[in-house]
């Protein structure tokens, strides 16, 4: 099991996308498995507080492909932790030399529902500032509740986030729709 991370929020970076940007580069080096990169999270909202980790989504082809890069996804420095919880899915920390974390891996096989959930809840969040506005109100609530313990942080935010996911789906799915029009 991964032990928890202290959470501390900071205010929004301009600098996180130009960051995202780079590590999504790096992922492009493994162009035989990884079809698209995506930065979620809260990190990829302009002006939400946020733990300064990057979050992306690499779209895999195959995670049975993607499980036979794992020591090249090493080398690249990131901790390989499997599904972690979440079936489906290949998940991967990568901390700098003082052990702080700096980026999320949450590697989904393309078609996976579990790309869209995230990409819907970041395109909302950046289209509807008040529920942004709403979400860094649940965010600093949480990590009042727990400051030392990220598990416990993002549990209890979860049902806030589950109530708005359903909310941003069905106005994604609108407006991927109309978009096909």
Partial sequence: ??????????AYNAEWPAIAAKYILELRTLS??????HHIGSTSVAGLAAKPIIDLIPVIKSLA???NLQTQIEDLGY?????????????CTLSDGTGIRQVQLHCFEEGSPHIERHLA???YLRVHTAVAKAYEIEKRRAARLHPDNSHAYSDEKGEWILSVETEALT???????RARK
């Fill in 79 to 91: 901790q390989w932790h499997g599904e972690f919880g979440i079936s489906g899915r290949r998940y």
């Fill in 1 to 10: 099991m991964l032990k928890p991370i202290s959470v501390t929020l900071a």
């Fill in 171 to 177: 106005w994604y799915l609108l407006k991927r729709n």
């Fill in 65 to 67: 492909e993607l499980d």
């Fill in 32 to 37: 035989s498995v990884v079809l698209d990169v």
């Fill in 121 to 123: 809840f970041r395109d």
